[in-house]
């Protein structure tokens, strides 16, 4: 009877800590810092891209093209000013030598607070950040090819809000998330023109257009099973709503080609017209549903390891030059809390 007890007790103590330790893992898709925490989540990973078959690839020659390796590395920080309010901060960083495109994806940085935590019926916290696309401009090509992308920024700032919700019930938490984000206009960007253009003596050699405020939302679920002290098992499924861009006006101040006589004023006006009207909905828009896997290792209270995968279906908008048939992104997260 003793040792019945004793193996009870020692089994409750055990699930009581695996259950503990749930809700501070920094997998937990609730994770929070706690007052004067800060955390640091660095990660690593390579993806293999194939692209699918818009009017925008096809012209430039890319639709089904095989992009390997796509070096991709992303960071994410917080620091806990109470036990409910912290300041967080996510940013990632894309080279792909394939299509000579390189630059920052993401960048946001702000606050979040927890409304309600896990004592009560669900979790519940509101955050708001600021989008920092707008650091970098911008850049492309124009080419009789069509539009060639530079980097991956949109060159534009803007607001996100958004919330999520959950619970960690001892070993394991389920999680959702809804965002809104809004960008602003403005003309942050650099387009090479390239010469080969028969018309391009009646343009300078770089334009900046002003392109219109735009939206994205983005909703999405994660669950994370917490199966031992050091080991967690987690997965996700987001989808992300990318709307089309458009351009209102050429911002570059164009060259006074009345010298050339009135058929090049006629001319550099009706290519200008005719930019506009292609670039007024620019169907650059898609849709992204990634789902989400990842196994973690408690290297010691502080630190963590995990492997992570993802897989994304793409539906992109006819001259969207971001679909893809294959997008597969495997890689390492180096977790760590001071």
């Given at each position: 009877m003793k040792k019945s007890l004793k193996y009870l007790v020692v089994a409750a103590a055990s699930v009581v800590s695996t259950g503990a330790f749930a809700a501070s893992n920094m997998e937990n898709p609730l994770y929070m810092p706690v007052n004067r925490e800060v955390y640091l989540k660095t990660g690593a990973a390579v993806m293999y891209k194939q692209a699918d078959h818009t009017i925008a690839l096809k012209t430039r020659g890319l639709d089904g093209k095989e992009e390997f390796p796509v070096w991709r590395f992303t960071g994410d920080m917080g620091y806990g000013i109470t036990d409910r309010l912290a300041l967080i901060g996510r940013f990632g960083y894309t080279h792909d030598d394939d299509i000579d495109r390189k630059g920052m994806h993401r960048g946001r940085i702000g606050a979040m607070y927890r409304v309600l935590d896990n004592e009560q019926p669900i979790v519940l916290d509101l955050y708001s950040e600021v989008f920092l696309s707008g650091i970098s401009q911008m850049k492309g090509t124009y080419t009789p090819l069509g539009f060639k992308f530079d980097n991956y920024s949109n060159g534009r700032y803007g607001i996100i809000v958004g919330t999520r919700f959950g619970k960690t019930w001892d070993d394991f938490t389920l999680?959702?998330?809804?965002?809104?984000?809004?960008?602003?206009?403005?003309?942050?960007?650099?387009?090479?023109?390239?010469?080969?253009?028969?018309?391009?003596?009646?343009?300078?050699?770089?334009?900046?257009?002003?392109?219109?405020?735009?939206?994205?939302?983005?909703?999405?679920?994660?669950?994370?099973?917490?199966?031992?002290?050091?080991?967690?098992?987690?997965?996700?499924?987001?989808?992300?709503?990318?709307?089309?861009?458009?351009?209102?006006?050429?911002?570059?101040?164009?060259?006074?080609?009345?010298?050339?006589?009135?058929?090049?004023?006629?001319?550099?006006?009706?290519?200008?017209?005719?930019?506009?009207?292609?670039?007024?909905?620019?169907?650059?828009?898609?849709?992204?549903?990634?789902?989400?896997?990842?196994?973690?290792?408690?290297?010691?209270?502080?630190?963590?390891?995990a492997v992570f995968t993802e897989y994304t279906f793409d539906d992109s908008h006819s001259m969207s030059q971001n679909g893809t048939d294959v997008k597969l992104e495997a890689g390492v997260r180096f977790n760590a809390r001071f």
């Open positions: 999680a959702a998330h809804v965002e809104y984000l809004q960008t602003f206009g403005n003309h942050n960007n650099k387009i090479a023109i390239d010469p080969s253009f028969p018309w391009a003596p009646l343009f300078p050699d770089e334009l900046s257009v002003n392109i219109k405020g735009n939206h994205e939302t983005c909703f999405g679920f994660d669950g994370m099973y917490q199966f031992s002290s050091n080991w967690s098992i987690g997965a996700g499924f987001e989808y992300y709503e990318h709307h089309d861009n458009s351009v209102k006006s050429i911002h570059t101040k164009l060259p006074d080609v009345s010298a050339m006589g009135p058929m090049a004023v006629g001319t550099q006006n009706t290519v200008k017209q005719a930019l506009l009207a292609v670039t007024d909905d620019m169907k650059d828009g898609w849709d992204e549903y990634v789902v989400k896997l990842n196994v973690a290792n408690q290297l010691s209270d502080s630190m963590q390891l």
